[in-house]
């Protein structure tokens, strides 16, 4: 088990600071997920711990270690990537076996290592088969008992979901849930899918430009988030931003925290629109309503509107957020 710290850490390439002076203290056995939009520097962390790409300057310390000098094979850390990088002309057993090999750990303790970590990840029944034989999940799972073998004490994923399809990648989040509760290892864990952080993590770390936005539990971040960024990166879909007209002040509202009405009703904010278009999901609808100065999304449970319908969108003082000039979210006093 293992903690990790950043202190003070910057990273340049070529002049450019993609990170830029960052704190940031991740708990032992915790799943944390670094989440964010393209470029905003998630991988280039996970790279620091692993120690694959060093820091410019400030300190990555795990269990309160400085490990700038200490080489990525005697980190502890694990890392499984996107594309799985298993290998295809070999068998499950040969791939989980490989790095336990060149270790030279002895033949019976391999042999228990590797039956007890494929059962762990639901591979027992496919320890001869060749990787380009399993379906992507399965590949996954090769990918991670891979990295289960090193015992590490933390767990580094970098988007190791994002070839599956939607189906499967709800399973594998399900899945790496279970694994994480099983290990009780410190998972640190890279995506630019809001949904994965939302579903997975203990904490989130949020960053935007090289900067964390927001580090809080999911709900927390939902529910409180620190800026205009953080509202509109967390949730589906994203918080509506609406002006007020005085110095900059913004005010949003979540589509699911709105009712539509035919009627103004008793709300704190209130405005009447007319239905652009109507998304049927199942459980829920998604309508776009455009006022004179808006385009709002709405989500309602019931689907009783329909496209060119007059209607009023009402929001609850409770619902509503509001942002300063400076994009930061105005608390409530
Ligand atoms: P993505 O979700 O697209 O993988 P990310 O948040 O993981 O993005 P990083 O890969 O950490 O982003 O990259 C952060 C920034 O650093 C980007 O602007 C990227 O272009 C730049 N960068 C990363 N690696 C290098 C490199 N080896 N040389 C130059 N610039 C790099």
Not at 204 to 224: K, S, W
Request: proline share 5%.
């Amino acid at each position: 088990m293992a903690s990790i710290q950043f202190a003070k850490v910057t990273k340049s390439f070529d002049k450019q600071e993609v990170i830029k002076d960052l704190d940031l203290k991740i708990e032992d056995g915790k799943f944390t997920v670094l989440v964010g939009p393209s470029g905003c520097g998630k991988t280039t962390l996970l790279r620091m711990i692993a120690g694959i790409d060093p820091q410019t300057s400030g300190q990555v310390l795990i269990n309160g270690k400085d490990v700038t000098r200490i080489p990525p094979g005697q980190r502890g850390v694990a890392m499984v990537f996107q594309n799985y990088a298993i290998y295809p002309t070999m068998s499950v057993r040969e791939n989980i076996e490989f790095g336990l090999k060149n270790n030279k750990v002895p033949n019976e303790e391999r042999t228990r290592l590797v039956e007890s970590i494929s059962a762990t990840v639901g591979l027992g029944n496919y320890l001869d088969r060749k990787p380009s034989t399993l379906s992507g999940g399965q590949r996954q799972r090769v990918a991670l008992a891979r990295a289960m073998v090193k015992k590490p004490s933390v767990f580094l994923m970098d988007e190791p979901l994002s070839n599956l399809d939607a189906k499967l990648r709800a399973q594998m989040r399900i899945e790496l849930i279970e694994l994480h509760k099983k290990l009780g290892t410190t998972f640190v864990y890279v995506t630019h899918d809001q949904v994965e952080a939302m579903s997975m993590a203990d904490t989130i770390v949020l960053m935007n430009q090289g900067v964390i936005q927001q580090e809080a539990p999911p709900d927390v971040i939902y529910r409180q988030p620190n800026n205009l960024f953080a509202a509109q990166f967390i949730g589906v879909p994203p918080m509506n931003v609406g002006d007020l007209g005085v110095d900059g002040v913004r005010f949003g509202f979540r589509p699911e925290g709105a009712v539509l009405s035919h009627e103004p009703g008793d709300f704190h904010y209130s405005v009447q629109g007319m239905i652009a278009t109507r998304e049927m999901l199942g459980s829920e609808t998604l309508y776009q309503v455009k006022s004179d100065k808006h385009a709002f999304m709405i989500k309602c449970i019931e689907d009783r509107f329909s496209v060119d319908q007059e209607v009023y969108v009402g929001v609850d003082a409770a619902k509503l957020f509001f942002f300063g000039a400076n994009e930061q979210r105005i608390h409530e006093s």
